[in-house]
């Protein structure tokens, strides 16, 4: 009885982290402009800016149609090889994969994935490097939780190295999630508590 009343407690406790976390990451998010087909045609597609913002346009769709996700940062991947630059290429790759992962489809995220690394790691992005890795540990995280952990393991000792507190809380509510899918409850509360404590210092 006491083992699964502390199994609700974990339920509620990292489902209600979730909402939290979702409201912080929406919260901070810098407003967008919508471009139409007909914004695009009259912007500069020399225009790096153009790229970061068809990328996080896309990012900011991966709730509500991840289909849309994938076919807006497909733009930004061509404007972006277009042009040459590369970060833009490198997070088009990434966002593409975040789309899949949403759509289900492993295959073509993890593909996109592995291009988005390529990238990064030529740009010695190391921030973009471990989300990236983060991203490929969550595709694994409610099937295959040990792979999951090796990818988060390699992402937060990236993150560590930067000293990048935000990354870090994500990492860290991702493992707790992985955790509680193999069901060692404690452990996945420890990283819950913190990932809310890093986040509750952000928001401070």
């Known amino acids: ?10 339920y509620y406790l990292l489902f209600f982290a ?3 976390l979702s409201f912080y990451i ?3 998010n810098v407003k967008l402009f919508s471009y139409s087909s007909a914004h695009l045609n009259e912007v500069d597609p020399g225009d790096s800016v153009l790229v970061i913002a068809l990328n996080r346009k896309a990012f900011n769709a991966r709730l509500t149609n991840p289909k849309t996700t994938v076919e807006i940062a497909d ?9 040459n630059y590369l970060p833009g290429v490198a997070e088009a790759y990434r966002v ?17 994935y592995i291009d988005a690394l390529q990238y990064f790691t030529k740009l010695k992005d190391h921030k973009k ?12 995280k409610y099937t295959d939780p040990d792979k999951a952990m090796l990818y988060f393991n390699t992402a937060l000792k990236i993150a560590r190295q930067i000293n ?8 860290y509510f991702n493992i707790a999630l992985a955790y509680f899918k193999k069901l060692e409850y404690n452990k996945s509360l420890s990283n819950f508590d913190r990932s809310n404590k890093i986040f509750r210092k952000l928001k401070d």
């Open 164 to 171: 990048d507190e935000e990354l870090i809380g994500g990492i």
């Open 96 to 112: 593409t994969g975040v789309g899949f992962s949403y759509l289900e489809n492993n295959s073509l995220s993890t593909k996109n």
């Open 18 to 20: 979730a909402g939290i």
């Open 26 to 28: 929406f919260s901070s």
């Open 129 to 140: 490097i471990a989300r990236t890795y983060s991203n490929i540990g969550s595709l694994y």
């Open 75 to 83: 733009s930004a991947l061509k404007i972006a090889k277009q042009i």
């Open 1 to 10: 009885m006491k083992r699964k009343y502390y199994k609700y407690l974990v």
